[in-house]
């Protein structure tokens, strides 16, 4: 193999650690001292070279040579590819940055987690060691997120609390309720016993949001202490309490490192390979740059955050006007109408959001604006398909009883709607949605109450 370009630097005062490799040929003593800069591992070149003559060649690999780094490497100073050792007394460290372009390879865990291509600002490295991934929730994101992370050869364990169904997708790799047709890898392992899942180092909550708090509370019992970093994708509101669901998890598991996924996520895309975006979010920032960069792909772009309350409540609250958004498709109100709704919703969701200790500015990302975009024009999204359906006429129970999935939107609204009352926060959409799902009111007889409320100015 060779390099399109060759910069070698032949000093000899950089320490070289070829902890990331696995199974890959190291560079021999007198050859470690270099300087990589980008280029490309290409197929059919001179064996013997004597370097890395068995690397993988579907890779295309990057290299960062970072100076000024303090002694203890806890941060950067300065880093440039021009910069000259030989003026520097502080240690040298070269990082190789490794992209599959196809196919695989056989690459240790830790440097997998740079798949994410961190040269485009993605994680550089990853205090968190991720060994084992669990996810609870068999359903269609749960399933989606399975395969996602599976197909690299992840050790990924996928739980569903239906015994029968989990046996049927055992047999079949296959989860053919919510995602049929799609294979599940081989190192995914599915399992409907909580107790199968003890000594994961990430635990993945995609359940439904009203059960989120039943089956972390079995989990518990199941497992007893949890030393694994906790991941909500879970999008809701609990009823009674007003508890987002991170809230959820750190009542049951106090001691634990809680993040959470949410955006413009749907499940039948993301199994496609379809390009897509998310955020992830955590109080610890170190937590959730490195679950950025062993969690994201080049097709599942990750995007760090601290801004926890607000992606979760825009995750949860889009999933009512969501339901708005289908009531005025189902009404053939046409497109002038739902993007004046839409925008309203988002004005809406702002003013509620930022009452419930979110930050206004944090909607108009990905879990926000993003995400209500998405579902509230998507014919795949439940929400936006229950309420096209109750605009047709359909009852609420028949929509319900002939879906297998849950339309979060419903439990949500009721949620939103109490804590609107509870806030004194102003939220016509909201509360016509609510009135429609619990108060069997015609959608009809909302849409006339929401178009006679009194012209005002704008705000958002």
Not at 169 to 186: A, F, H, I, V
Not at 305 to 326: D, H, M, P, R, Y
């Amino acid at each position: 193999m060779e390099l399109a370009r060759d910069v070698w630097n032949r000093r000899s005062d950089i320490e070289c650690a070829w902890a990331f490799f696995s199974c890959v040929a190291g560079l021999q003593r007198g050859e470690r001292c270099r300087h990589f800069s980008r280029g490309a591992f290409r197929v059919g070149s001179d064996r013997r070279t004597g370097w890395c003559c068995d690397l993988d060649t579907n890779l295309l690999a990057y290299a960062l040579c970072f100076g000024g780094l303090n002694y203890s490497c806890s941060c950067i100073t300065s880093h440039n590819f021009a910069y000259n050792l030989a003026k520097s007394n502080h240690r040298k460290v070269v990082i190789l940055l490794v992209g599959l372009s196809r196919g695989s390879c056989d690459l240790a865990s830790s440097f997998k987690s740079f798949a994410a291509h961190a040269w485009n600002g993605a994680a550089l490295y990853s205090k968190v060691k991720i060994g084992e991934t669990v996810i609870l929730g068999a359903g269609s994101w749960g399933t989606a997120l399975a395969w996602l992370w599976g197909k690299d050869g992840r050790q990924v364990s996928l739980w569903g609390h239906d015994s029968d169904r989990v046996a049927r997708m055992q047999g079949t790799r296959e989860n053919s309720d919510y995602l049929p047709g799609l294979k599940l890898p081989g190192s995914v392992r599915l399992t409907s016993e909580l107790t199968d899942l003890a000594g994961a180092d990430l635990i993945v909550f995609a359940t439904p949001s009203t059960a989120l708090r039943k089956v972390a509370t079995q989990l518990r019992q199941a497992i007893g202490h949890v030393r694994a970093v906790l991941l909500s994708c879970v999008k809701g509101i609990e009823h009674g309490t007003g508890m987002r669901m991170s809230q959820i998890l750190s009542e049951l598991f106090p001691e634990q490192k809680i993040a959470v996924l949410s955006g413009p996520n749907l499940a039948a895309e993301v199994v496609q390979n379809f390009p897509t975006a998310t955020v992830i979010g955590c109080n610890d920032a170190e937590c959730a740059t490195s679950l950025q960069g062993i969690l994201g792909s080049p097709r599942f772009r990750v995007y760090s955050s601290q801004e926890v309350t607000s992606i979760e409540l825009g995750g949860a609250l889009k999933n009512v006007f969501a339901v708005a958004a289908g009531l005025s498709d189902g009404l053939g109100l046409g497109d002038n109408s739902k993007a004046a709704l839409v925008t309203r919703s988002l004005a809406e969701l702002v003013r509620l959001g930022v009452a419930m200790g979110g930050t206004a500015q944090a909607f108009y990302g990905l879990s926000g604006a993003g995400d209500l975009i998405v579902t509230c024009y998507s014919e795949r999204s439940r929400n936006h398909t229950v309420g096209k359906r109750l605009g047709r006429g359909e009852s609420l129970m028949q929509i319900t009883q002939s879906m297998k999935m849950v339309a979060e939107g419903i439990p949500t609204a009721r949620s939103a709607f109490e804590c609107a009352r509870q806030l004194k926060i102003e939220t016509p959409i909201i509360d016509q949605v609510y009135a429609v799902l619990y108060e069997q009111k015609k959608p009809t007889g909302a849409l006339e109450e929401v178009l006679s409320r009194e012209q005002k100015a704008e705000h958002l």
